[in-house]
């Protein structure tokens, strides 16, 4: 099942998510569901608020579905290391066709629990690292337009408010 994603203003996305603690059939259907619903909106990364489920599970694949060993679940993840440094442009299923220049660690180590439980580390470069920061953020309630400066912000917020009132977003 495809779920729609949810776009900023929606509260869910403002809201820190709560652990992940049940590791059973729903959640092995629920990250399927993520995976699926990840592709079909052709993104590298996918946290469950984004889908109304305020849980601390998020689903990356950086090669969009290129490669199926890209595959990464991450399940209460934390950032345990970083390293270095990198400003790219970024964007974000929950605000379609914005976008901004963030500053992220070029590396990143998370520790987080697979879809079975399981703790695991792992180190990202580049987008991955990138991936993990945007990921993580979404579970604690951020998004990337909080990262940008005060007037870049502002101006997205105030493009959203009219695309709103007009019925386009
Ligand atoms: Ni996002």
Redesign the pocket.
């Known amino acids: 099942m495809i779920h729609p994603i949810v776009k900023y203003t929606d509260p869910v996305l403002d809201t820190p998510a709560k652990p992940v603690e049940q590791f059973d059939e729903e959640l092995q259907k629920l990250v399927a569901e993520m995976f699926e619903s990840m592709y079909a909106a052709q993104g590298v ?1 996918l ?1 469950a608020p ?1 889908i109304g489920i305020s849980r601390r599970l998020a689903v990356i694949d950086v090669t969009n579905g290129k490669n199926p060993e890209a595959k990464i679940v991450c399940a209460n993840p934390e950032i345990i290391h970083i390293e270095g440094e990198q400003r790219e442009e970024e964007g ?3 605000l379609p066709g914005f976008r901004g220049h963030v500053l992220r660690p070029q590396y990143v180590t998370i520790r987080a629990q697979d879809a079975s439980g399981k703790e695991f580390e792992m180190r990202g470069e580049g987008l991955l690292a990138r991936a993990f920061c ?1 990921e993580i953020d ?1 579970l604690n309630g951020l ?2 337009i909080s990262h940008l400066g005060l007037l870049k912000r502002d101006l997205i917020k105030r493009k959203i408010r009219k695309l709103k009132k007009a019925g386009d977003w």
């Open positions: 990364g946290a984004q974000c299923l929950s945007h979404h998004l990337f």
